[in-house]
């Protein structure tokens, strides 16, 4: 069996990211005519609107780890980039878990 290419990973990966901004655009705007439907609900019950808006950021969060974990697969191969990319995740992560 041929092993596919690294161009074609590169176009699946990135495939894979433009599905999951689709789908959380598509989400996120779902989520926004819920909450103008009836604003009055929203009013009276702001913390339940809160913690479904807080789950569904986990899951957006999920979604964008997919292609992301496909792509430090693929260029773990890649030693000078691979680590540089590693480096800035880390950092990423760290950095918006420490906001105050």
Same mark, same amino acid.
């Given at each position: 069996?041929k092993?596919?290419?690294?161009? $074609? ?7 894979g990211?433009?599905?999951v $901004? ?7 705007y ?16 702001g ?20 292609p =992301? $974990?496909f792509?430090?697969?693929? =260029?773990a ?5 691979? =680590? =540089?990319? $590693?480096q800035?995740?880390?950092v990423?992560?760290?950095?918006c878990?420490?906001?105050?």
């Amino acid at each position: 069996m041929k092993p596919i290419s690294w161009r $074609v990973q590169l176009w699946f990966i990135a495939l894979g990211y433009a599905a999951v $901004v689709a789908v959380a655009a598509g989400l996120l705007y779902e989520r926004h005519l819920q909450e103008l439907n009836p604003p009055a609900d929203v009013e009276a019950y702001g913390g339940m609107y809160a913690g479904g808006d807080a789950l569904l950021e986990i899951f957006i969060a999920c979604l964008f780890m997919v292609p =992301t $974990v496909f792509l430090v697969w693929g =260029t773990a191969r890649f030693d000078a980039f691979y =680590t =540089t990319f $590693v480096q800035a995740l880390v950092v990423a992560f760290y950095s918006c878990g420490n906001r105050h």
